[in-house]
């Protein structure tokens, strides 16, 4: 099997999936979002100084993606899922993920 993984910003990512026609919708992805500020991939000083560790551009990561019609990839370092937005590569809670963290923050 071809390895589909690729570099990004230091990073590497695997196209995980399209979103399902269930998920796609704006509000139904919008609420699985969430910035991680550890990855730190914004645009230039999105969150202010000091946030971004990676100057992130939507464009760029999909011209360095394997998979130009994915919506999700999972970083291969940290093992989380991620959707390109346009200002923020932003983290993206799946089920089994969002269970895990709220039962984290009970």
Known sequence: MQ???FEYGGHHFIPERRFTKREDDFFMITRRLRSDTELGFFAADYYGRG???FPYSYDDFYAASTDKKCDVFRCVENGRLYVPC???LQQYMDEKQK???N???R
């Open 51 to 53: 946030s971004q560790k």
């Open 99 to 101: 269970e895990r963290r």
């Open 103 to 105: 039962a984290y923050e």
């Open 86 to 88: 346009q200002y923020e």
């Open 3 to 5: 390895d589909k993984s």
